[in-house]
């Protein structure tokens, strides 16, 4: 059996104490110490809408949008909550400048909030959805500003009360929940900045022949005109014939006061004789 020296012993003993001594602060401190929890993902940045737009063939629309201050914060501050944007071509954009040229920087950003809804649709949900809907223009019923989404098989139309054209939903620009952008054919015009559309006349109803008028006597009047301007028209009134010329040489010899003073004078002479 082998021996190791005392003196080595100790040494030994004495290295293997010092250890333990260090190592029972630390043990104790990562036992009172809970473990350190992960940090939560950051989410993602909400999406910038009016780049969207950008990419999707309504870069006009998108910089009247990053132009007005009122608009563009109501804009970006919807995303989070679902936001449903219906975006005019350029060419619609265009068409529609002078008018927008017209309106206060009120009227120009209620225009563009008039082009969307506080609510994320899919294509699929706007087909299935008929009748009215709020806007990020509206405020309570002082400002109504509301839409109104009619639908005709798979077209999906948008009216207002200022047009009596239906606005076309052309295509999908982008859609992922919860932002929805789609291309539409012509600029939304909200009726609290634009006249309402004038409704067609009616069509006159047909008129009834020979229809009496409100009072009997006027009524014979008129049919008696209308037959007699379909008659053939006769001689001039001082155009008498021949036959009546003669009638009137005889009543006017038998009227009293006609030219007789010869036959009275043969009477007067027959009577004188007589009496001689």
């Not at 009172?32 to 992960?38: E, F, I, L, V």
């Not at 009215?132 to 005709?152: E, I, R």
Request: glycine share 6%; proline share 11%; charged share 20%.
């Amino acid at each position: 059996m082998r021996r190791f020296p005392l003196g080595t012993f100790a040494a030994a003993a004495a290295m293997a104490l010092a250890a333990l001594l260090l190592l029972l602060p630390l043990a104790s401190a990562a036992a009172g110490t809970p473990a350190k929890a992960k940090a939560p993902a950051v989410p993602p940045a909400p999406p910038n809408i009016t780049a969207l737009m950008s990419k999707g063939g309504c870069k006009a629309f998108a910089s009247l949008v990053s132009k007005s201050p009122d608009a563009l914060s109501a804009f970006q501050s919807a995303v989070g909550g679902g936001v449903t944007a219906f975006c005019p071509t350029d060419d619609a954009v265009r068409d529609f400048m002078p008018s927008y040229r017209n309106l206060t920087a009120d009227g120009k950003a209620s225009l563009l909030l008039f082009h969307a809804v506080p609510v994320y649709y899919t294509l699929r949900g706007l087909k299935s959805s008929n009748g009215p809907m709020n806007t990020l223009a509206t405020d309570g019923a002082a400002s109504n500003y509301n839409l109104t989404v009619q639908n005709s098989g798979d077209q999906v139309t948008l009216r207002t009360p200022a047009s009596d054209d239906p606005v076309r939903v052309r295509s999908t620009v982008f859609d992922k929940d919860p932002v929805a952008i789609y291309a539409v054919d012509a600029v939304l015009e909200p009726v609290e900045l634009f006249d309402p559309a004038e409704a067609p006349a009616p069509a006159p109803a047909p008129a009834a022949a020979d229809a009496p008028s409100p009072s009997s006597s006027s009524g014979k009047r008129t049919r008696h005109q209308r037959r007699h301007g379909a008659d053939a028209p006769g001689p001039a009134a001082d155009d008498s014939s021949p036959a009546d010329q003669r009638k009137d040489s005889r009543k006017n010899a038998a009227a009293p006061g006609a030219p007789c003073r010869p036959r009275w004078l043969a009477a007067v002479a027959v009577a004188a004789a007589l009496a001689a």
